[in-house]
């Protein structure tokens, strides 16, 4: 078709408006068949190049990311990254957002995205373990955040506690920032032998492929790209409430036992969930990953109502749907193994071979052998989504933005009260959570600095190893300096991990940034990225998978980036409870790594004091990385020595709120006070720098000998007993205020007495 | 050693393995079996796990009373074999009208999960025989609607018959006089709402409930010793 023509066509043409697809997108479309699309071809086009789908902004920039070691299996592209961790055995992990339907229907909109990663999970062949959910929502001031905070955390709970996958950990932060788009980010990790990972992959001309599951609804038709892919103007929320999704976890129940028997029975060639972009994306990916082609009748998908269009269906987001490849032989085991979990099951599809030029085609037929609705190379709508590198600014006033000066002059009347105010226990959303189903967990959330398990699950060999994992993210770091802000949020998980006597595996990024046609967004995601490459690359830990969420923004103001990550690491024995928060009378005080006195981008004098300017301390990665080995192996033999050596009875990482808080959780912890001296000025209690470590200690002299062998600083700040937290002449407060100010932040702001 | 304990496991179940790996751990055999089975010959005990056996959007357990299997556990408990419902398992066990009662919405209107405190308040069970009244424990508890209620009849009948079985020291779902677990008349029917299963070793937190689970085994034992004698099969 001449140029010309395609020009005239598109700007008759308006189809592709409401769907969300640009001029120059259906441009490409219409290259690619050499006609014009029909009506279910440019849905299934409009959905699959979404942002959401096709990572057309952020592709460029993901490249750069580490993501190769040894023990990878499974890198990213995949539904799940997956690592070996030993004895035939693999843990696969991701990380999603749902941050967009969760704004409108909070409780359906963070049911569905457990859901969703669940499926993410055991379509590799892994059955789901843990759960852990990091939530962003406005300050609790806000009624409305309020209500977004309960309806969210309900449905984290009603979602996974039904069916049947522990949530055990996950964070909470509170900041204006997120009022208006709260973001709900959900991580999963699944167990499997080694010997049961399946990709998600169509193979083999006239293999079948069976849907297993829910019937498909009108429900979260274009979720993708009218919901996930657009900000929200004003009050918009309400007219978009049909495109999210409902969630039946008793359904995924069932498929998640049918598909993994399924597995364990090798009678499946591939597997797929059906999340974004529905049957469309399900279809169009497998074969592409595959190379082969694939014929969709679809009049046979079952539906839960009459009257429902090809696209509709094609489209649809209906939650708790599997598409499974099988051999011919194999339907009648498969259809029984289906009957007794009571899965409805129906062949949709056939797959198909090349053509002359050995592209495989995706075909849509009303009935068999009736109308051919859409034939397009399938790969087009996988792979050969529009990719953009969009322009990038950095803020007119970086330079204001980096200034520490404002925060470190600030001086506050009451220092006990600004540290007593900063705390918040979040065991009034974990509380709602089952985090203790198959019995693994060692350390629950809020008891150390990241979630450990025992390395176990139905099914796999009992062994005496444990998986820790920890999901952090700190906007406020971010907001000013991406690239630094991101660097320490990943050496601060990484630390978090150590500090269980784990050795940091992978990593998953959820970046939840705003609107990418806004070229400073663009900035603080390269720079982001950059930030997580030099810590990932320092830290020698792979990126195995990531989810990007754009279009963060309501009524033009686009969030604080806020990138999160989850490291997962691997403690191979463990025989006692290693050391956690908390300390033991008598025992010193020790604190290890750098010195800081840098309060800029700190908690305390963005939230307490309205101080935004100044960036917290460069991480220097190869200190870090040394004091992430050297606080392992300490708690390691805690945990794995017959006769524990006691070098370590508690410790605890300081980010968030600084030296300070981390104090107050250790006293809080124990009901134990303690008096600290050596600290020079209220800067170093507010300063969040990384690279510090607070241990308690019957043996001070050893530990900080030790510690200085390794090239690290340490010394000694004070001593355990007593019912009060005294820092020099900045804090004493009470053990009892600073425990109920503690328990009962967010209940008091929910109105709810607390229980304890 | 024969796998003589059914952990009976609904669609909607998820427990089952936690009871599986916890009963092997003290020494004992147990086998999960689908609800769809309508005898449980060679089996002289039966746990029904916690989960949400048909998704419960219904009354918990309303539906799982029905299943084929149910009959069978109401043979068995009538012939003495020991029968033991944990959490969930509570629940269908009151819908079955084995034990006496049911279970509401936490008071708190939430969910729960958590590890309280629960005392023995008596050892006329299948499940506390070999704990001394008396005895605290910590015990994990993980549930929406673990509220129990009974008219004030049957209330002060399974007080003054020694019925409840475990009191909460500090009542985390507001049920009625603290009750944490019941049993029926003679003491083979126990319903619990707080996992045993889930506190069998120090390395995840607790291993109180490894003397419930072991009273609960050697009292499947004791059982079928008393069935061989008998002569029943």
Known sequence: MPLTDITQLISDDRRHLPLGLLDEEYRSIIEILGRVPSDVELAMY???????CSYKSSRIHLGRLPTKAKHVLVGPGENAGVIDVGDGVAVALRIESHNHPSFIEPYQGAATGVGGILRDIFTMGA?????????????????????????????????GNSVGVPTVGGQITFDRSYERNPLVNVFCLGVLPVDRLVLGQASGAGNLCVLLGSRTGRDGIGGVSVLASAGFRDDEGGSKRPSVQVGDPYEEKRLIEACLELLDAKLVVGIQDLGGAGLACA???????????????????????????????MTSESQERMLAIITPSAVDQVLEVCRRWEIEATIVATVTGVDE???????????????????????SLADDAPLYDRPMVAPPDLAERLDGGLANALVSPDYSEDLASMLVDPAWIYRQYDHQLFVNTIFAPGEADATLLRLAGPGIERSQKGLAMSSDANPAWCATDPRRGTRATVAESALNVSATGATPLALVNCLNFGNPEHPQVMWELSESIDGMAEACDALAIPVVGGNVSFYNESAGRDIDPTPTVAVIGLIDIIKHRPPSIGWRDGDFVVLLGERSANAAGSRWARDLHGIRSGQIDEVNLVIHRALCEFVSACVR??????????LVHGLHTIGDGGLGVALAEMCIASGIGCAVDQIVDHRELFSESVSRVLVATLCPTELISAARAKGLRAMEIGTVGGDRLIVSDLVDLK?????????????????????? | MNENIAIIRFPGSNCEFDVEEAINRIGAHARIVWHHEHDLEGFDGVIIPGGFAHGDYLRCGAIARFSPVMEAVASLAELGGPVLGICNGFQVLTEAGLLPGALMRNAGMRFVCETVTVEVASNRSALTAEVAAGTRLRLPVNHGEGNYICDAETLSEIESSGQVVLRYANNPNGSLNDIAGITNRTGNIVGLMPHPERAFDLVVGSADGVPLLRSFVHSVEAFAKCRVVVGQV
């Open chain 1, 46 to 52: 409009s959905v699959m190049w979404s942002e959401h």
């Open chain 1, 357 to 379: 030029n050995g592209i495989g085609h995706l075909r849509v037929l009303d009935g068999p052998g009736g109308a051919v609705l859409a034939d397009v190379p399938a790969k």
């Open chain 1, 283 to 313: 279809t169009s990916e497998t074969a592409a990953r595959g190379g082969v082609g694939m014929d969709v009748d679809v009049r046979a998908v079952p539906r839960r109502e009459p009257g429902m269009s090809a696209i509709e269906v």
């Open chain 1, 735 to 756: 053990l009892e205020d600073l425990g109920a100010r503690f328990h009962d932040r967010i209940d008091e702001a929910l109105g709810e007495v607390a229980s304890h």
């Open chain 1, 637 to 646: 033999d805690e945990a794995a020595l017959e006769i524990a050596p006691d």
């Open chain 1, 127 to 159: 059955r789901p373990i843990a759960l852990m959910d990091p939530l962003f929502v406005g300050p609790l001031e806000d009624a409305h955040s309020r209500y977004l905070l309960d309806g969210i955390v309900r449905g984290i709970g009603g979602y």
